[in-house]
């Protein structure tokens, strides 16, 4: 599962919604995949489609249908009532687009062993047929989406080109997509601005993935956005910045800034992001020590590539569950990594915290220099 937006059920309590929302999104997300398209579709999960739901949703003005399902890993073995909508087939056609795109840049950037390529290789052309018959059936073409994507690698290709150049397709992708929630919710005069929302979240998204990434895609010799056209992380965050009041500015327009579910979903873990890069670049002065995991971390050695049937057999850990609650290696790298619920929790706030809310920067809080926050609040 991976996406830049971590709701949390904590914050979802802070905004007056029941902290069983989350699994009714994710988990209605979860297996409309798997239903649709079978077992291995699930490991496209990912919680920035998520927000396609709850903005359909957001729009509709009727109350959203739930279903109930059975005992889950990720919910402790516990039934849940889950998303039905056709924004859920919204979400599922973004999760298998973007999944068959990570798939062919893992083949072609050559992450992935030789004797493997051509098996993912094949998962993610299926993957994109998918998504294009899905996406027939909540009348979406995404047929320029495709072009698009294909036109990301192009582009990576060539020299002496700008940052927007690189960060267009990212946007026009992700602005089609959340536009197309205001036609399933039968709010077509909310198109446009959401068109503009989403062309900022998919370049806010693409830059921070190259924010992270820089360090790691230099020591690989691997593209970056940020290398190839000179742009500072420093740079690079006041362009995030500039993305996400553009966002906001853009929901405002669509009359959903103050819906509980599209603050919980999109706008507070957007500056959440924003917030947590802006301390680790230094561009804010943390008053206070930063929240940490209470266990202990130990160094490792650096992971070692699976074999072919190796691989095949981690795959399995995600339709299975497995990853959502226990630490686990990556099929492609060989990479430990976390389980992937725990890298959800939003700390060690626990219910009923009071967590700064930087998207209201006033609050009067301690965990952030409201004077150099880059909210554009006046405080």
Not at 40 to 49: Q, S, Y
Not at 231 to 259: F, K, N, Q
Not at 286 to 293: L, S, T
Request: aromatic share 4%.
């Amino acid at each position: 599962m991976f996406g830049v937006l971590t709701p949390c059920p904590h914050g979802a309590v802070r905004h007056g919604i029941a902290p069983g929302e989350w699994y009714a999104q994710l988990c209605g997300l979860c297996l409309g995949l798997r239903d649709e398209h079978g077992q291995l579709a699930r490991t496209a999960t990912n919680t920035d489609a998520m927000a396609l739901t709850v903005l359909t949703e957001a729009q509709s003005g009727v109350a959203p249908v739930r279903t109930g399902v059975g005992p889950c890993a990720l919910r402790g073995m516990r039934k849940a009532e889950v998303a039905v909508s056709p924004g859920v087939r919204l979400a599922s056609t973004a999760s298998l687009l973007l999944g068959s795109a990570k798939l062919e840049d893992h083949v072609r950037d050559g992450d992935i062993r030789r004797g493997a390529r051509r098996p993912v290789a094949a998962v993610s052309n299926r993957w994109a047929k998918r998504a294009a018959a899905q996406a027939g059936s909540i009348g979406l073409d995404i047929g320029p989406m495709v072009a698009a994507i294909a036109e990301q690698g192009r582009l990576e290709a060539h020299s002496q080109l700008t940052l927007e150049d690189l960060l267009a397709p990212s946007a026009f992708c992700a602005g089609e997509l959340v536009a197309h929630t205001a036609v399933l919710a039968g709010k077509p005069e909310n198109a446009e601005a959401l068109r503009a929302a989403g062309r900022h979240f998919g370049a806010l998204a693409h830059l921070a993935d190259a924010v992270e990434d820089l360090d790691d895609d230099l020591a690989a010799g691997k593209f970056n956005p940020l290398a190839a056209t000179g742009t500072s992380r420093v740079e690079a965050y006041r362009a995030m910045r500039e993305a996400e009041r553009g966002l906001h500015t853009a929901v405002t327009d669509a009359g959903l800034d103050t819906t509980p579910a599209v603050r919980w979903v999109l706008l507070d873990p957007l500056e959440g992001l924003l917030h947590r890069l802006g301390h680790e670049l230094g561009v804010l002065h943390a008053k206070r020590a930063p929240r940490h995991n209470p266990v202990a971390v130990f160094p490792e050695a650096p992971g070692q590539k699976p074999n072919l049937l190796e691989g095949i057999g981690l795959l399995f850990q995600y339709p299975s569950g497995y990853a959502c609650f226990a630490s686990h290696r990556r099929p492609c790298s060989g990479e430990r990594k976390d389980s992937w619920l725990s890298r959800m929790d939003c700390g060690d706030c626990g219910d009923g915290c009071e967590c700064c809310d930087c998207s209201n920067c006033c609050c009067d809080c301690d965990c952030c220099d409201c004077g150099d926050c880059g909210c554009g609040c006046d405080c």
